[in-house]
């Protein structure tokens, strides 16, 4: 009897092992093939546009059969959703690096927006994406508009910024961004003009064009050898 009990405990372990490892391997082949359908997305995103990419598009382009896409994403806006939700926060989280242990308002503003330029022009894919879906108020809302309004706030606070509109000074600021962003995609802008955009900022933030020049021209904090996600 207590063999049997033993046993059946040992068959019952095992079994649930098995099940284990077999579900192990379904999640990371579901998670493959999600990763595989977002960066086929995020390709065609930004080579021909949003409206223009069909599922069918992002199916092929991903090798998967087009009754699989809607196993992962209902519709393409979900699929634009996800896509924006994880290049967004990724960068957001890398800017927050760069960012650690800057107390100055103007110098965390500078920082700012020479890392998302730099970022753009890294990554084409990632930096189209944005100018062709027109997306300045993502970036607000999504990367800038929670950090930059804390930094807009202790700079004004600090007597460092005068604005007269908050939220008008942060869009304003956004949407100069995306210019920047797409003369750099377009190759009028080259990392040397990096810090005249953040410099352009600052001076409508109400920083002295002296100051302002000399904050946007410091070293950009490099980011730790583990950032990478």
Known sequence: MFKSARLFSI??????????????????????????????????????????TTIRDIAAEADIALGGFYNYFPTKDDVLAALLEETLTEQLRL????????????????????????????????????????LDHHIVDSVLRGPATRDLRLGVKSGR??????????????????????????????????????????????????????VARRPLPPLPDDAAG
């Open 11 to 52: 068959l019952r372990v095992m079994h649930d092992q098995a099940v284990t490892t077999k579900l192990g391997r379904v999640e990371r082949r579901k998670a493959m093939t999600r990763t595989k359908l977002l960066a086929a997305a995020r390709s065609l995103f930004a080579s021909q546009g949003f409206e223009q």
């Open 95 to 134: 800017l927050t690096l760069r960012q650690e242990g800057i107390d100055d308002a103007a110098e965390r503003v500078s920082i700012a927006h020479r890392h998302l330029v730099a970022a753009t022009r890294e990554d084409s894919d990632w930096g189209w994406l944005l100018v062709r879906l027109d």
């Open 161 to 214: 910024f005068s604005v007269a509109n908050q939220l008008l000074a942060l869009r304003a600021s956004a949407g100069a961004l995306l210019a920047v962003v797409q003369g750099g995609l377009r190759g009028e802008f080259t990392a040397k003009d990096d810090s005249a955009h953040a410099e352009g900022v600052l001076r409508s933030f109400g920083v002295a064009p002296q100051d302002a020049a000399e």
